[in-house]
């Protein structure tokens, strides 16, 4: 199996790119993929994303030593996400409260994927909007550019909060799956090109597998997109792809 990510600044973005990504395995068998995108008119929103991604990291190895100490207590996908989710809203409360931050200082939108290698199934989870694509299948959560933040929520019951959580989608084999923040929608011409051709971007970088033989597939998608097509995504992107 091949894992692909990319994480770019958008053209219209000038000091900081707002999204972020983690690509981390759980024991073995298990791997988990992140993107987060920052909301741009809140503070700081290049801190969020990439304290989210933190806070992850350190969810996800803690929950490695766990599964080395429980082998014989096997959790479902369901039962590991929800696990995750769970101690990234213990730990996002104990640091909004430890450094006396605003809400305003965390929204960002997460997409989060489990992959159980040997089972060879996977579940994904939308906290807000991005694009998920799962073998050649593009759903978009789309929320009207008005997203529903994880740190609109940490006041509240995190069982009530997460039994609410709908944009899930399990998968039972993997063949070409793949997590966006929502820049993949905000391809734009920026300069003139030689070619009038057009191009779907979503599945240019979601399903179509040209160069797929380097780890450097979506960055060198990105670049002919520049200079063929002439356009570039305004808003910053973080893509995470994994192919069998």
Not at 61 to 67: H, P, Q, S
Request: glycine fraction near 6%.
């Amino acid at each position: 199996m091949n894992l692909y990510s990319t994480l770019q600044i958008g053209d219209y973005h000038i000091n900081h790119c707002e999204d972020d990504l983690l690509i981390k395995k759980i024991g073995s068998d298990k791997i988990v993929c992140a993107v987060m995108d920052g909301c741009s008119t809140a503070m700081d929103s290049h801190f969020a994303s990439t304290l989210i991604g933190k806070i992850l990291r350190k969810v996800i190895i803690e929950a490695g030593y766990r599964i080395l100490y429980e082998k014989d207590n096997q959790h479902s996908l369901e039962e590991e996400l929800k696990e995750i989710i769970k101690g990234l809203f213990k730990e996002l409360k104990f640091v909004k409260n430890h450094l006396m931050l605003d809400e305003k200082e965390l929204l960002t939108t997460l997409i989060i994927l489990v992959y159980d290698i040997t089972a060879d199934e996977g579940l994904v989870l939308t906290i807000g909007d991005g694009v998920v694509c799962i073998n050649g299948n593009i759903t978009e959560f789309d929320r009207n550019n008005k997203p529903d933040y994880l740190a609109y929520h940490l006041h509240e019951n995190f069982e009530d909060w997460y039994s609410g959580l709908s944009q899930k989608i399990f998968f039972d084999h993997l063949d070409d799956v793949s997590i966006a923040t929502d820049g993949i929608s905000s391809f734009s011409k920026i300069k003139k090109t030689d070619s009038d051709e057009g191009i779907n971007f979503m599945q240019y970088l979601m399903i179509d597998q040209q160069n797929n033989d380097t780890e450097e597939m979506l960055n060198r998608k990105l670049k002919q997109l520049e200079h063929q097509y002439g356009v570039k995504p305004t808003d910053d992107l973080a893509i995470i792809r994994m192919i069998k």
